[in-house]
């Protein structure tokens, strides 16, 4: 199955990194508002669902002459946007998920998007937050890290001890160690090369990835 593709209504530092995160064959959604960073793509979500009352009139003139279906959900809701669409698309099937402008520009938002990655149905899919700039994704097993020489890698336990961390392809090794979340030991490591490996026996890691463009 190919990738999904979700865009937010939130921030994009650079549209043209963000256009380097498309891979040719992703299927793309949108969350309400988060249809004008796709457009400005050049890129027709599938799918744009939410209360769609952050569509623009140029937006929905764009859908109406294409095959985007609109899913509509009530204003007073429970969920975000965000969180609709991310889990239409993990009810259709999609194993690889990303998720762009859910970084930046309102705390609450940002805190909110990457707590939603924590939901137990996520749990054995590769689901990752990207602006281009920035990912963030978690870990409870093994993972990688893919960039350049320099950028910049923080390992941040969420919401208890995370125990065994071991890395390769860190400036800074970790070895069978375990992170504290009222300490700041995995902050700001850097890649050595290409990739980097991170490893856990137990606990949950959030993994920041800033790229050094």
């Known amino acids: 199955m190919p990738r999904a593709v979700i865009f937010v209504n939130g921030y994009i530092p650079n ?17 309400d508002g988060g249809s004008r960073h796709a457009m400005a793509l050049g890129l027709v979500p599938s799918v744009i669902i939410g209360d769609l009352d952050s569509l623009t009139s140029d937006v929905r003139h764009l859908t109406e002459q294409s095959v985007t ?15 609709l ?9 999609y194993t690889e998920i990303l998720i762009i402008a859910a970084l ?21 899919l590769d689901v990752r937050l990207d602006d281009g700039l920035e990912e963030a994704f978690f870990t409870h097993g093994n993972c ?13 336990p969420w919401g208890g001890n995370v125990i065994g961390v071991t890395t390769e392809g860190l400036h800074w090794s970790v070895q069978g160690e375990t992170l504290y979340p009222y ?15 991170v490893s856990v026996i137990s606990g949950l890691l959030l993994i920041v990835h800033r790229r050094q463009i």
């Open 183 to 197: 300490k700041t030991r995995g902050i700001s490591n850097e890649l050595l090369g290409e990739m980097a490996s």
């Open 69 to 83: 279906r609109l899913i509509q959900h009530p204003r007073d809701k429970n969920e975000t946007d965000f969180e």
């Open 104 to 124: 930046g520009n309102r705390l609450d938002q940002t805190l909110g998007n990457l707590a939603l990655l924590t939901d137990p149905r996520l749990s054995a």
């Open 144 to 156: 990688h890290i893919r960039g350049a020489r320099g950028d910049l890698v923080s390992l941040i």
């Open 15 to 31: 549209l043209d990194l963000a256009r380097g995160l498309i891979r040719p064959g992703d299927m793309i959604f949108a969350a």
């Open 85 to 93: 669409a991310m889990f239409h698309a993990v009810e259709i099937g």
